[in-house]
């Protein structure tokens, strides 16, 4: 599979695999969710790691709070989400619709059917579901003054499937008020204008709509009073606390005195706006029974505290920013941000104002307002979780109301929308469809039955009784529902059992989407970085064939040189892999494999004093060369990048080279021994010292690598050396023809070696390589043990530095010049 | 009253805070027991800046920090939904255990009777395996904690689709941040502890910035400048030393790095001083040995140089001329931030060095000392140059005269400024408090200290020889301390580094760093004006 050359550490799931993969995971959530719908549903208990509890039936929490780890019961329970998020319900419908899709189609597809022609009748049975449920809604007509019955009605469906009865039922009245509000005709709904307060007390059956707001804090002052009626409030958002100027101007003062009235004069300006505040208070309260009330959004300091309880004010501090905006939708008047504007018209009214206190915390009502337009439903329980799951029911019923103003259409509930659906399906448009579509239409068709299969369910009753019960009833033309009590059929509308219209086009929307996907995937591939961490678990014989590569995201395949090595004990091995766009055709030029030609020229250092001297003679020369031709050539290479590149160029520039070499080797054993290089230098008319045995000297110097003898290999680096140290008269005599080819690989083999040796001084370290690896290459840092690894191999006397000779040896090595005894020299090693 | 309030964001910032509160703790303990050192008594630190007096349900009175720390739900509730070969597998998450230490808490609180003197000897052998199981054990900020915390303190955020355990940088937080409700809950635990202060000094902020809580501290600041106009911010941005472990790619050095310019221009925008604290290295000084890889031991340093630095902040308030005996020169957050940010270079971050613990004033001598002992906490700096306009608050507390003795406030004041007038070069403007009390080592310390470090932080001149078993908080009392925040030019790589990443990074057309940064949902102009404000530093 070219996934697998590609990265071979890719986990790769294909095609019968993958699906049966999804259809499981959507089965496995649909598992999970099933118990929860409906009025008879059951409750999941959610234990937390520090021993928190939560029970829930919302599908929505439980999708939130549950830990997925399937990437495919992700995705499911992203689109449940989502549902929720736009329409406020659904979850549990949603996961359970998208499941029994997968179910069916998994029962198609192992008889054979190609996805495809599912995914196709999945869409055509869609929109003729929309469309039916255009012509199966029943219109509420929404006008001035709505019908309050019909939207207790689809309240009460809702809260019923998340509460128990009783609190539901209590729940259903003060929903629909708050609801109704908040609701400004021509507008929007703004449900944050329903302020939802909870408080530890009392039971849940206490719960209750308060008309008019309630705030978390109470007045700050012990002389305030904690009740007063008739109030005149004030929504300000004023500082009425000390606060040093933001000039920053350096004030002086040199005894205790002058500091006293610096701060007095500061002081001065709160105060100041305090008693504008008194003024209107007067103003407004003069000789009646009225009160008069500041809610502040900024703070109120004690001083300022003071003076408005001597001028009995009730004032509070740090409300809420949205209370802002709710208590004057609620009370009336406006929000004030500054004591100019202090007018009588910006003040709100309430009949009650008084102060709850629950131990440390403070509640203070706002009640019996005029034409409340925000209000507040206030939750109580006796304890956290009560709280939480009275929360979730009631933001849902909330929606769900909503939904109703909005759409001005309702469904018929209790499974009987999805009934006549799917009468609609078979009877009139599966017929419309042509081929094996079919099957698809056939499949939504029976998945759509999930909901009231398990409403039957969750209630105890039989399913297959239920189903055929209502079906039947559908024959005769009749919309029923199911009686989750009974288990007879229902007229849904008799009930009072209706579902948002909203909700129900939702699922029919995004189920089979989200279905269609999950059944043309094919393969599910699981390959990134995190990949390459973890190889310890790892890889057979194959993956280390081919090389560890990196390979980014999903399929893609960056079109230029990875240069890898793997980190094993026993093999080590370097890959140049040059993998192009076309990630298939990727050509691999691995050539020399097994360190074990190169890593043991331990030895050298045990090597007499003399040819210790020579060598060091011979290294300072070509040092010295190095450095002036340093000095006189521009700098060719900028990255390592494009020494990579550069490879496959040098093998074919030295292809030729071989051929020479063969000319040297008289004896044509594959090595030229001291004899033959004698003869040889003779011909290039080198010398390179005055002593008589320097052609020995240079034969030594050469011979790189443990066995004796200069090989193919070894004589490119000598030719190499030669260039540099004698010029381009060399090449010519070696050559005529090949000269120029030579010359310019050399010179670039040669500057590739002063791109690596930053400091000039002819020989590469470790940190120079680390350095150049990865300063220019902006899209990939390579690990820090593949440079050493590289480095390590190119040193071949293990001193810690890399000379000219080294490099090139290695270089040519990796370009992959092969030496024809390749094969046996292994087997040798081995 | 200027009270302070705290928060915490963040993994490290909430193990730098539970050390924090402890240290706290530990003062408010040793204030009330007589067999404590006088000094602890008397000391003018007023604990009511930091905690708030309440009372619970039942009506028992309660004191608690004035403190919203927010942090990563630890364990979700685990259902793990697997589809390997059809069959699902629910599996509900193990629950930490409690340590030997919370356990002994609990136990304490249980029965308050069992820790009476004549069992003392029992009880140190026992404080001796606490020690050990903390040294050993730390995997959570709560599992050295001794505080009560406030029910409405502690936050937890959550978030389905982010994973916590990868959440290492600033785009990571998008969904938490996004969602309308969770950032509004953060915001009310906050308003409930702001409503009660009278009159508000500044509010104290910890965030770890090496993650994506740095992108949720953003909007968690953005939120407090909108809603509390006036009052100063402090932040201080710690990250813990792992947190600058190489990258294996280059993907993720760009990542990192943008990450760094991102968050240090976020939340430096809403703050009014911003002191980045947290080196690759903490084991700087011979007197400390800290292992970096423990954020047991590495934030208990800087939680140490936190404490040292609001020690100002609450002491005791007195006219401008007089001293009281036991501190001088208090400073409130607005002070603070005006001394330090709107002098000189107009600088509004600081540099934070630390001593600790500090240096005995016995040797006139030697004062000199005093400059060399401070080790600077934040990274990327660069003390080179000196810098003519920079502007220093200093601070020691229970600073020792000869032979261990607690030295006066005003020989500690003399002896500083002779010390610093002897300076070659001097800051344009510095300002120095005095406090007589030291930092207490509480119990749940971890053993840090050099064997050569005597019972009261003394540093003693020989080697000792029992060995070099670091020494912790049952050989330890206390220890002086001496902390300076520095506004100075020294920080000038620090801020470079991070506009220059950025404008390469992140600017640069079509680059890898500018598709992480639309990842991140930054536009082009935001990311602009980012780098506009990083440069007028």
Same mark, same amino acid.
């Given at each position: 599979?070219?996934?697998?050359?590609?990265?071979?550490?890719?986990?790769?799931?294909?095609?019968?695999?993958?699906?049966?993969?999804?259809?499981?995971?959507?089965?496995?959530?649909?598992?999970?969710?099933?118990?929860?719908?409906?009025?008879?549903?059951?409750?999941?208990?959610?234990?937390?790691?520090?021993?928190?509890?939560?029970?829930?039936?919302?599908?929505?929490?439980?999708?939130?709070?549950?830990?997925?780890?399937?990437?495919?019961?992700?995705?499911?329970?992203?689109?449940?989400?989502?549902?929720?998020?736009?329409?406020?319900?659904?979850?549990?419908?949603?996961?359970?619709?998208?499941?029994?899709?997968?179910?069916?189609?998994?029962?198609?597809?192992?008889?054979?059917?190609?996805?495809?022609?599912?995914?196709?009748?999945?869409?055509?049975?869609?929109?003729? @579901?929309?469309?039916?449920?255009?012509?199966?809604?029943?219109?509420?007509?929404?006008? %001035?003054?709505?019908?309050?019955?019909?939207?207790?009605?689809?309240?009460? #469906?809702?809260?019923?499937?998340?509460?128990?009865?009783?609190?539901?039922?209590?729940?259903?009245?003060?929903?629909?008020?708050?609801?109704?509000?908040?609701?400004?005709?021509?507008?929007?709904?703004?449900?944050?204008?329903?302020?939802?307060?909870?408080?530890?007390?009392?039971?849940?059956?206490?719960?209750?709509?308060?008309?008019?707001?309630?705030?978390?804090?109470?007045?700050?002052?012990?002389?305030?009073?904690?009740?007063?009626?008739?109030?005149?409030?004030?929504?300000?958002?004023?500082?009425?606390?000390?606060?040093?100027?933001?000039?920053?101007?350096?004030?002086?003062?040199?005894?205790?005195?002058?500091?006293?009235?610096?701060?007095?004069?500061?002081?001065?300006?709160?105060?100041?706006?305090?008693?504008?505040?008194?003024?209107?208070?007067?103003?407004?309260?003069?000789?009646?029974?009225?009160?008069?009330?500041?809610?502040?959004?900024?703070?109120?300091?004690?001083?300022?505290?003071?003076?408005?309880?001597?001028?009995?004010?009730?004032?509070?501090?740090?409300?809420?920013?949205?209370?802002?905006?709710?208590?004057?939708?609620?009370?009336?008047?406006?929000?004030?941000?500054?004591? +100019?504007?202090?007018?009588? +018209?910006?003040?709100?009214?309430?009949?009650?104002?008084?102060?709850?206190?629950?131990?440390?915390?403070?509640?203070?009502?706002?009640?019996?307002?005029?034409?409340?337009?925000?209000?507040?439903?206030?939750?109580?329980?006796?304890?956290?979780?009560?709280?939480?799951?009275?929360?979730?029911?009631?933001?849902?019923?909330?929606?769900?109301?909503?939904? #109703?103003?909005?759409?001005?259409?309702?469904?018929?509930?209790?499974?009987?929308?999805?009934?006549?659906?799917?009468?609609?399906?078979?009877?009139?448009?599966?017929? #419309?469809?042509?081929?094996?579509?079919?099957?698809?239409?056939?499949?939504?068709?029976?998945?759509?039955?999930?909901?009231?299969?398990?409403?039957?369910?969750?209630?105890?009753?039989?399913?297959?009784?239920?189903?055929?019960?209502?079906?039947?009833?559908?024959?005769?033309?009749?919309?029923?529902?199911?009686?989750?009590?009974?288990?007879?059929?229902?007229?849904?509308?008799?009930?009072?059992?209706?579902?948002?219209?909203?909700?129900?086009?939702?699922?029919?929307? &995004?189920?089979?989407?989200?279905?269609?996907?999950?059944?043309?995937?094919?393969?599910?591939?699981?390959?990134?970085?995190?990949?390459?961490?973890?190889?310890?678990?790892?890889?057979?014989?194959?993956?280390?064939?081919?090389?560890?590569?990196?390979?980014?995201?999903?399929?893609?395949?960056?079109?230029?040189?990875?240069?890898? @090595?793997?980190?094993?004990?026993?093999?080590?091995?370097?890959?140049?892999?040059?993998?192009?766009?076309?990630?298939?055709?990727?050509?691999?030029?691995?050539?020399?494999?097994?360190?074990?030609?190169?890593?043991?020229?331990?030895?050298?250092?045990?090597?007499?004093?003399?040819?210790?001297?020579?060598?060091?003679?011979?290294?300072?020369?070509?040092?010295?060369?190095?450095?002036?031709?340093?000095?006189?050539?521009?700098?060719?290479?900028?990255?390592?990048?494009?020494?990579?590149?550069?490879?496959?160029?040098?093998?074919?520039?030295?292809?030729?080279?071989?051929?020479?070499?063969?000319?040297?080797?008289?004896? &044509?054993?594959?090595?030229?021994?001291?004899?033959?290089?004698?003869?040889?230098?003779?011909?290039?008319?080198?010398?390179?010292?005055?002593?008589?045995?320097?052609?020995?000297?240079?034969?030594?110097?050469?011979?790189? %690598?443990?066995?004796?003898?200069?090989?193919?290999?070894?004589?490119?680096?000598?030719?190499?050396?030669?260039?540099?140290?004698?010029?381009?008269?060399?090449?010519?005599?070696?050559?005529?023809?090949?000269?120029?080819?030579?010359?310019?690989?050399?010179?670039?083999?040669?500057?590739?070696?002063?791109?690596?040796?930053?400091?000039?001084?002819?020989?590469?370290?470790?940190?120079?390589?680390?350095?150049?690896?990865?300063?220019?290459?902006?899209?990939?840092?390579?690990?820090?043990?593949?440079?050493?690894?590289?480095?390590?191999?190119?040193?071949?006397?293990?001193?810690?530095? @890399?000379?000219?000779?080294?490099?090139?040896?290695?270089?040519?090595?990796?370009?992959?010049?092969?030496?024809?005894?390749?094969?046996?020299?292994?087997?040798?090693?081995? | 009253?200027?009270?302070?309030?705290?928060?915490?964001?963040?993994?490290?910032?909430?193990?730098?805070?539970?050390?924090?509160?402890?240290?706290?703790?530990?003062?408010?303990?040793?204030?009330?027991?007589?067999?404590?050192?006088?000094?602890? =008594?008397?000391?003018?630190?007023?604990?009511?800046?930091?905690?708030?007096?309440?009372?619970?349900?039942?009506?028992?009175?309660?004191?608690?920090?004035?403190?919203?720390?927010?942090?990563?739900?630890?364990?979700?509730?685990?259902?793990?939904?697997?589809?390997?070969?059809?069959?699902?597998?629910?599996?509900?998450?193990?629950?930490?255990?409690?340590?030997?230490?919370?356990?002994?808490?609990?136990?304490?609180?249980?029965?308050?009777?069992?820790?009476?003197?004549?069992?003392?000897?029992?009880?140190?052998?026992?404080?001796?395996?606490?020690?050990?199981?903390?040294?050993?054990?730390?995997?959570?900020?709560?599992?050295?904690?001794?505080?009560?915390?406030?029910?409405?303190?502690?936050?937890?955020?959550?978030?389905?689709?982010?994973?916590?355990?990868?959440?290492?940088?600033?785009?990571?937080?998008?969904?938490?941040?996004?969602?309308?409700?969770?950032?509004?809950?953060?915001?009310?635990?906050?308003?409930?502890?702001?409503?009660?202060?009278?009159?508000?000094?500044?509010?104290?902020?910890?965030?770890?910035?090496?993650?994506?809580?740095?992108?949720?501290?953003?909007?968690?600041?953005?939120?407090?400048?909108?809603?509390?106009?006036?009052?100063?911010?402090?932040?201080?941005?710690?990250?813990?030393?792992?947190?600058?472990?190489?990258? =294996?790619?280059?993907?993720?050095?760009?990542?990192?790095?943008?990450?760094?310019?991102?968050?240090?221009?976020?939340? /430096?925008?809403?703050?009014?001083?911003?002191?980045?604290?947290?080196?690759?290295?903490?084991?700087?000084?011979?007197?400390?040995?800290?292992?970096?890889?423990?954020?047991?031991?590495?934030?208990?340093?800087?939680?140490?140089?936190?404490?040292?630095?609001?020690?100002?902040?609450?002491?005791?308030?007195?006219?401008?001329?007089?001293?009281?005996?036991?501190?001088?020169?208090?400073?409130?957050?607005?002070?603070?931030?005006?001394?330090?940010?709107?002098?000189?270079?107009?600088?509004?971050?600081?540099?934070?060095?630390?001593?600790?613990?500090?240096?005995?004033?016995?040797?006139?001598?030697?004062?000199?000392?005093?400059?060399?002992?401070?080790?600077?906490?934040?990274?990327?700096?660069?003390?080179?140059?000196?810098?003519?306009?920079?502007?220093?608050?200093?601070?020691?507390?229970?600073?020792?005269?000869?032979?261990?003795?607690?030295?006066?406030?005003?020989?500690?004041?003399?002896?500083?400024?002779?010390?610093?007038?002897? =300076?070659?070069?001097?800051?344009?403007?510095?300002?120095?408090?005095?406090?007589?009390?030291?930092?207490?080592?509480?119990?749940?310390?971890?053993?840090?200290?050099?064997?050569?470090?005597?019972?009261?932080?003394?540093?003693?001149? /020989?080697?000792?020889?029992?060995?070099?078993?670091?020494?912790?908080?049952?050989?330890?009392?206390?220890?002086?301390?001496?902390?300076?925040?520095?506004?100075?030019?020294?920080?000038?790589?620090?801020?470079?580094?991070?506009?220059?990443?950025?404008?390469?990074?992140?600017?640069?057309?079509?680059?890898?760093?500018?598709?992480?940064?639309?990842?991140?949902?930054?536009?082009?102009?935001?990311?602009?004006?980012?780098?506009?404000?990083?440069?007028?530093?």
């Amino acid at each position: 599979m070219s996934l697998r050359v590609l990265n071979p550490n890719a986990e790769v799931l294909n095609k019968s695999a993958a699906l049966h993969m999804n259809i499981n995971a959507a089965k496995g959530l649909q598992d999970v969710v099933k118990t929860n719908l409906g009025p008879k549903g059951t409750i999941k208990m959610l234990v937390g790691g520090a021993g928190d509890l939560k029970l829930t039936k919302d599908g929505n929490t439980l999708l939130k709070e549950m830990q997925i780890q399937n990437p495919t019961a992700i995705m499911i329970a992203r689109t449940a989400v989502a549902q929720d998020d736009t329409s406020g319900d659904g979850t549990t419908s949603t996961v359970l619709f998208i499941g029994e899709l997968m179910k069916q189609s998994e029962r198609c597809i192992d008889e054979g059917t190609h996805p495809r022609f599912l995914v196709d009748g999945f869409d055509v049975a869609k929109r003729a @579901v929309l469309e039916f449920l255009e012509k199966f809604k029943t219109p509420v007509v929404i006008g %001035d003054e709505p019908d309050r019955d019909t939207l207790k009605m689809i309240a009460r #469906t809702t809260l019923r499937t998340k509460l128990y009865e009783g609190l539901a039922d209590q729940l259903t009245d003060i929903v629909v008020n708050a609801v109704l509000c908040i609701r400004k005709p021509d507008e929007p709904i703004d449900l944050f204008m329903v302020e939802i307060m909870h408080m530890r007390h009392k039971f849940d059956v206490d719960t209750c709509l308060v008309e008019g707001l309630v705030l978390d804090h109470g007045s700050r002052h012990p002389d305030m009073k904690r009740r007063a009626e008739n109030c005149y409030i004030l929504t300000c958002n004023v500082s009425l606390e000390y606060e040093k100027s933001e000039i920053n101007a350096g004030f002086f003062y040199s005894n205790a005195e002058q500091r006293e009235k610096m701060v007095a004069a500061e002081r001065r300006q709160v105060d100041e706006r305090v008693k504008r505040i008194i003024e209107l208070k007067n103003k407004v309260c003069a000789g009646g029974d009225k009160n008069f009330v500041v809610i502040n959004q900024k703070g109120i300091d004690p001083p300022s505290l003071d003076l408005l309880a001597r001028a009995g004010i009730i004032a509070l501090r740090r409300a809420k920013r949205r209370n802002m905006e709710r208590l004057v939708l609620a009370c009336g008047g406006e929000a004030v941000n500054s004591v +100019d504007d202090l007018t009588e +018209d910006c003040l709100g009214w309430a009949g009650l104002v008084y102060e709850h206190v629950l131990g440390e915390e403070k509640y203070t009502f706002v009640e019996n307002v005029k034409n409340p337009r925000s209000c507040t439903i206030l939750i109580k329980g006796p304890n956290d979780h009560t709280i939480a799951q009275i929360k979730d029911a009631v933001r849902d019923g909330l929606r769900a109301v909503k939904n #109703t103003v909005e759409d001005e259409a309702v469904v018929l509930g209790a499974g009987a929308f999805e009934v006549a659906a799917k009468k609609h399906l078979i009877d009139n448009v599966k017929k #419309t469809v042509k081929g094996r579509a079919q099957l698809g239409v056939e499949a939504f068709a029976e998945a759509l039955l999930v909901i009231p299969k398990t409403l039957a369910e969750n209630s105890g009753l039989d399913t297959q009784d239920v189903i055929v019960s209502l079906q039947n009833e559908h024959d005769r033309g009749m919309v029923v529902g199911l009686n989750h009590h009974s288990g007879d059929p229902i007229d849904p509308q008799m009930e009072g059992i209706f579902d948002n219209y909203s909700v129900k086009r939702q699922i029919i929307n &995004s189920g089979p989407i989200i279905a269609s996907q999950l059944l043309l995937v094919d393969e599910v591939i699981r390959a990134g970085c995190w990949a390459f961490a973890s190889d310890s678990a790892s890889p057979p014989a194959p993956a280390l064939q081919s090389g560890r590569r990196d390979c980014s995201q999903q399929k893609q395949i960056p079109s230029r040189l990875l240069l890898y @090595v793997s980190a094993n004990d026993q093999v080590s091995s370097l890959h140049l892999a040059h993998a192009n766009s076309r990630g298939d055709t990727h050509r691999q030029l691995q050539l020399q494999r097994s360190t074990t030609a190169m890593g043991t020229v331990a030895s050298m250092c045990r090597e007499p004093m003399r040819r210790r001297r020579v060598e060091k003679d011979l290294d300072g020369k070509v040092a010295a060369a190095l450095r002036e031709r340093a000095r006189s050539r521009q700098r060719a290479f900028r990255s390592v990048n494009s020494i990579t590149m550069r490879l496959p160029r040098f093998k074919d520039g030295l292809r030729d080279v071989k051929d020479v070499f063969d000319g040297f080797d008289e004896d &044509s054993d594959g090595t030229i021994d001291a004899e033959e290089l004698r003869r040889c230098l003779g011909k290039l008319e080198v010398r390179v010292s005055s002593s008589e045995q320097d052609a020995g000297d240079l034969h030594r110097y050469c011979d790189l %690598d443990r066995r004796s003898g200069i090989q193919f290999q070894e004589f490119v680096v000598l030719l190499c050396l030669m260039y540099l140290l004698f010029g381009p008269d060399v090449t010519r005599r070696v050559s005529e023809f090949e000269s120029a080819k030579l010359n310019y690989v050399f010179d670039e083999l040669i500057d590739a070696f002063l791109f690596f040796d930053t400091d000039g001084d002819g020989q590469m370290r470790r940190k120079d390589v680390t350095q150049r690896m990865n300063e220019a290459s902006h899209q990939e840092r390579t690990p820090t043990h593949i440079t050493a690894q590289l480095f390590k191999e190119m040193d071949l006397n293990r001193n810690g530095k @890399v000379n000219l000779k080294e490099f090139l040896y290695s270089m040519i090595r990796w370009a992959g010049i092969e030496t024809e005894d390749e094969g046996t020299d292994e087997e040798a090693s081995a | 009253m200027r009270e302070v309030v705290t928060v915490q964001v963040g993994g490290f910032a909430n193990f730098v805070g539970s050390h924090f509160w402890n240290f706290q703790d530990e003062l408010l303990g040793l204030a009330d027991d007589p067999s404590a050192d006088p000094m602890f =008594r008397n000391a003018a630190l007023d604990m009511d800046i930091l905690y708030r007096a309440g009372e619970t349900h039942q009506g028992v009175a309660t004191y608690c920090p004035r403190l919203v720390s927010v942090g990563s739900r630890g364990v979700n509730h685990a259902v793990t939904v697997f589809a390997g070969s059809g069959n699902v597998t629910k599996s509900v998450a193990k629950p930490h255990e409690r340590n030997l230490f919370l356990q002994s808490l609990s136990e304490e609180e249980q029965n308050p009777s069992s820790s009476n003197d004549q069992n003392t000897a029992k009880k140190n052998v026992e404080d001796k395996d606490l020690v050990e199981s903390l040294e050993n054990g730390v995997k959570f900020w709560t599992d050295y904690s001794k505080v009560q915390y406030h029910p409405q303190s502690l936050y937890e955020l959550y978030g389905s689709w982010t994973d916590f355990d990868r959440f290492d940088h600033y785009g990571t937080a998008r969904e938490v941040v996004s969602e309308w409700s969770q950032m509004e809950e953060m915001n009310e635990r906050l308003r409930f502890f702001v409503e009660e202060c009278d009159h508000i000094q500044g509010i104290q902020f910890i965030v770890d910035d090496s993650g994506g809580f740095s992108s949720v501290a953003a909007q968690y600041l953005e939120s407090i400048a909108d809603d509390y106009t006036n009052t100063p911010v402090l932040l201080y941005c710690v990250r813990n030393p792992l947190s600058y472990g190489s990258s =294996r790619n280059q993907r993720e050095a760009i990542t990192r790095s943008l990450h760094d310019a991102v968050s240090f221009s976020k939340l /430096s925008y809403y703050c009014n001083l911003m002191v980045p604290i947290g080196l690759p290295s903490l084991s700087y000084s011979p007197l400390l040995s800290v292992k970096d890889e423990k954020h047991f031991h590495s934030s208990a340093i800087c939680a140490a140089a936190i404490h040292s630095v609001s020690v100002p902040l609450r002491l005791q308030q007195v006219g401008p001329a007089s001293d009281s005996a036991h501190s001088s020169g208090n400073l409130d957050i607005g002070e603070l931030v005006h001394v330090l940010s709107d002098q000189g270079r107009q600088n509004m971050i600081t540099a934070l060095d630390v001593a600790m613990p500090a240096p005995s004033l016995a040797d006139r001598k030697d004062l000199s000392n005093i400059e060399r002992s401070l080790h600077c906490l934040t990274p990327e700096t660069n003390d080179e140059d000196e810098d003519p306009y920079a502007v220093e608050s200093l601070v020691v507390h229970g600073a020792l005269d000869a032979g261990g003795k607690r030295a006066s406030i005003s020989q500690v004041k003399d002896s500083i400024c002779s010390a610093f007038e002897g =300076r070659a070069t001097k800051p344009k403007f510095s300002n120095l408090s005095v406090s007589s009390c030291p930092l207490p080592i509480p119990l749940p310390f971890p053993s840090i200290f050099s064997s050569s470090i005597g019972q009261q932080g003394e540093i003693l001149s /020989s080697q000792h020889p029992e060995g070099t078993r670091p020494k912790g908080s049952l050989d330890i009392v206390s220890v002086p301390m001496l902390a300076r925040l520095r506004s100075s030019n020294a920080i000038v790589p620090f801020i470079e580094r991070r506009s220059a990443s950025l404008q390469r990074l992140g600017m640069a057309r079509g680059t890898l760093g500018s598709q992480i940064l639309r990842d991140w949902g930054f536009g082009k102009e935001e990311v602009e004006d980012m780098g506009e404000h990083l440069a007028k530093y």
